[in-house]
Structures are given as structure tokens and as C-alpha cells.
């Protein structure tokens, strides 16, 4: 999968968890270094953490995480007319459009 798709799909999950731009930032920026950094078998890693997080609810407490990212309304869903851009999704274009640049000399 291109990382422009991965990155988008990010974005989207952002968008419907209503994640502030703040936290997207900092979302996005560590999935660039570990979209450069990580081969396949490495991201397995993060399945086995995320199957764990089963086993360990039940046994503790949850704690926070580091950015300790809270959704707002998740069930929320907005629908804009065809063609609408926020100020938001220019902005996180110009990202995108960096990261781009970064990754693809």
C-alpha cells in the first residue's frame, strides 16, 4: 500500500473521531517515521500490542496514552455539500503535500 494511502485512510479515521488538528499532527508525524523506518515483519509488532490490549483491560486499568487523545462525538457524522473544503482539510492538503515532498526527493 503507497503511503499516500495510508495517510489518507489516517486522515479519514481523524476526521470521524473529530481529532484536533494538534493531534493529527502529531498522529501523522510519527506515521512517517515509522512508514520510512519499519519493514513488514517490524509492524507486526503492532498487531500482537493491539490483540494484547484485550488481555490487559481485564487484568488493569486503562491507562492514558501518550498524547491522551479522547474522541469528542464519535457517533457524530457531519455531511457536507459536494465540493465543500474547511479551512482543516486545505490545511491538512499543504501536509500532505509536504510529507510528499519529504518522502519522494
Do not use: H
Not at 515509522?34 to 488481555?55: A, C, P, R, S
Not at 491538512?92 to 519529504?102: F, H, Q
Amino acid at each position: 500500500m503507497k503511503d499516500r494511502m495510508i495517510l489518507g485512510y489516517m486522515l479519514l479515521a481523524c476526521k470521524q473521531l473529530n481529532y484536533t488538528k494538534e493531534e493529527v499532527r502529531n498522529f501523522i508525524g510519527e506515521l512517517s517515521i515509522l512508514l520510512e523506518t519499519k519493514t513488514e515483519e517490524e509492524i507486526e509488532e503492532g498487531f500482537q500490542w493491539y490483540m494484547e490490549l484485550d488481555e490487559s483491560e481485564n487484568k488493569i486499568e486503562n491507562k492514558p496514552t501518550k498524547m491522551d487523545i479522547k474522541t469528542k462525538n464519535p457517533r457524530k457524522i457531519t455531511r457536507f455539500p459536494e465540493g465543500y473544503r474547511s479551512k482543516l482539510s486545505i490545511e491538512n492538503e499543504k501536509i500532505i503535500r509536504l510529507l510528499r515532498s519529504i518522502s519522494n526527493p
